[in-house]
């Protein structure tokens, strides 16, 4: 099942995002072929699907996010081994492998692509959106990432410093976004609500408190 997953067996080409690619072929190719041999059945494969669509959100990334804003030495944990700071919630397994977590600072932006396919750290942050698994995105995102940011609505500083990680079938990413100012006296749960998707891909910044009352 984790079908697109497998840089060994990246073929390199590209694919329009609307059209099914060859890992997705070959994926629906395969599971025809377990479920016509008896060894596996469309309702197994259809519940992990619904699993990580329904089940595991960007709500465990934004969890983990908002633990490491208010604790120190949590985020200490995280940034030093995020394979086993995420465990502490149980968020584990899955196409997470090794997880590394990347800090956002004043100085410093990051941001996550997988060019070769899309790796992507599901037990975080739950199946990839299709503009991840783009082409476009893939490519560009390293070429010109500035502009590719811009373009999902994020402006940075010319004398911030762009990092950009690729994803690998080993390793995995999670930005942690910086902590938006006038949020010391939120809760925890509070400050999960100021941490979409996006900022843990590094397409975005954390939520203004303002701007989600407004
Ligand atoms: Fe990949």
């Known amino acids: 099942m984790s ?24 994926a629906e190719a395969l599971e025809a072929l377990l479920a016509a041999k008896g060894l596996v059945s469309a309702e197994a494969i259809d519940a992990v699907v619904s699993y ?8 465990n990334g934004a969890r983990v996010v908002a633990r490491a804003w ?15 700071a995420v465990k502490e919630f149980g968020f584990t397994g899955f196409e997470l492998n090794t997880l590394v977590a990347v800090e956002n600072s ?5 941001v996550v692509v997988c060019t070769l396919c899309s ?16 082409a476009p995105y893939r490519a560009r995102v390293v070429s010109e990432p500035r502009a590719v940011l811009r373009e999902f609505g994020l402006e940075l500083p010319a004398e911030v410093e762009l990092r950009v990680w690729d994803s690998t079938a080993e390793v995995r990413y999670l930005v942690v976004p910086e902590r938006p100012a006038g949020t010391e006296g939120l809760s925890e749960d509070e400050l999960m609500r100021l941490v979409p998707r996006d900022a843990m891909i590094g397409t975005a910044k954390a939520i203004e408190p303002e701007s989600l009352a407004a």
């Open 3 to 26: 079908h697109d997953h497998d840089h060994h067996d990246h073929d390199g080409h590209e694919h329009h995002p609307q059209e099914k690619s060859e890992n997705e072929l070959r």
């Open 52 to 59: 990580y669509e329904h089940d595991v959100g960007p709500q």
């Open 70 to 84: 208010v604790d120190p030495a949590y985020k200490a944990r995280l940034l030093a081994d995020g394979t086993a």
């Open 106 to 110: 004043p100085a410093v932006h990051n």
């Open 119 to 134: 790796c992507y750290p599901w037990p975080v942050l739950g199946l990839p959106p299709t503009w991840y698994k783009s």
